[in-house]
């Protein structure tokens, strides 16, 4: 980080602290009362993303939603400094460490033995290899996460039909560029919500079911 860069953090706690003490909405926010603004300033950040490019106003628009979103974390330490649960340094500290500590074949390359992401977060204490998937991701993102993470222990990211035991179906042999997947996404969910089926209740459904399957392989690989 440059000078710049950490004056200008150091400018923006000082500007949170004064609004701590004098402005009135400032105040009287709770790491509860701020957490669905959170939410919502995050999905502005992801909108602004995908905008990126598309015209020049979108490098401004995304360095704003960047904005907010440090404002929010950074307001969520001060808080919980005043809590005196734990210091802004804490905060960057515990992430320091964890990079450092799930990639050891960059900080310890002498003692890395050819682990797998996900096996090397099992170390940190988890029981399972889906611990850290929040149960409330929208559907969508939830299946990607689940297949990235259950990839990293080798289990197959395919469910078959409990009555027709029928597999994935052939997909094309080209690799689909984003826009014909998207495409292809859009109008699946279009032929399921004309027989009565709502895409994003199936797909969380499958979810369970694909959690289950992993729970499955990992029990048994712990037997």
């Known amino acids: 980080m440059t000078n710049a860069d950490i004056q200008a953090f150091q400018r923006l706690g000082d500007i949170l602290d004064i609004l701590r003490k004098q402005c009135p909405w400032d105040k009287v926010q709770t790491m509860e009362s701020l957490r669905y603004l959170t939410i919502e300033e995050t999905f502005e950040l992801s909108e602004a993303i995908l905008q990126l490019n598309k015209d020049d106003d979108s490098p401004l628009e995304l360095k704003k939603e960047l904005g907010d979103l440090f404002m929010h974390l950074l307001f ?9 649960l734990f210091t802004t340094a804490d905060v960057l500290n515990a992430i320091c460490d964890k990079l450092v500590s799930r ?72 690799a689909p560029t984003e826009e014909s997947f998207g495409n292809m996404l859009f109008n699946l969910i279009h032929w399921a919500h004309e027989h009565g089926i709502n895409a994003d209740t199936a797909l969380a459904r499958a979810n369970l079911r694909f959690q289950d399957k992993v729970k499955d392989f990992e029990q048994q690989a712990a037997n």
């Open 76 to 84: 969520y330490s001060k808080i919980a400094e005043e809590q005196h």
């Open 103 to 174: 990639h050891p074949f960059i900080f310890q390359p002498d003692t890395y033995d050819g682990e797998s992401w996900e096996q090397i977060k099992m170390h940190e204490g988890r029981k399972s290899v889906l611990e850290g998937v929040p149960a409330s991701l929208p559907p969508l993102v939830k299946a990607v996460r689940l297949q990235e993470k259950a990839a990293g222990i080798g289990v197959e990211p395919v469910l078959t039909d409990q009555q027709e035991a029928t597999a994935l179906p052939p997909l094309p042999h080209e």
